[in-house]
């Protein structure tokens, strides 16, 4: 069974810095799609930065030019860089990929844990 474990969360004041990581383990043929999405208390889950199996990136606007995203497809890892955080950054974040487990399988969509940030002002 595939599984999505992230790490790096914490507590950080106000333009500082966190590095997100998610790991994909278990055994499965590709990853295709892969993303980060927050969610704050009261709030829905919504997109922060996705990358695609093609290599494309996209950033929600509030994050742009802020944090970046990338991955390392030999590894099954994806990084969230998290630059000038702000307090609204603050929430859960979960980590989302596309996972096929065998080439004659179709992809489904599977959810980290979450991971919490919290920026303080």
């Known amino acids: 069974q595939v599984q999505l474990v992230e790490s790096g969360g914490g507590l950080v004041q106000a333009g500082g810095s966190l590095r997100l990581s998610c790991v994909a383990t278990?055994?499965?043929?590709?990853?295709?799609?892969m993303g980060w999405y927050r969610q704050a208390p009261g709030n829905q889950r919504d997109l922060v930065a996705t990358?695609?199996?093609?290599?494309?990136?996209n950033y929600a606007d509030s994050v742009k030019g802020r944090f970046t995203i990338s991955r390392d497809n030999a590894k099954s890892t994806m990084v969230l860089q998290l630059n000038s955080l702000k307090p609204e950054d603050t929430g859960v974040y979960y980590c989302?990929?596309?996972?096929?487990?065998?080439?004659?399988?179709?992809?489904?969509?599977?959810w980290g844990q979450g991971t919490q940030v919290t920026v303080s002002s």
């Open positions: 278990g055994r499965f043929f590709s990853i295709n799609d």
């Open positions: 990358s695609t199996g093609g290599g494309s990136t």
């Open positions: 989302n990929a596309h996972v096929r487990p065998t080439p004659s399988t179709y992809e489904y969509n599977i």
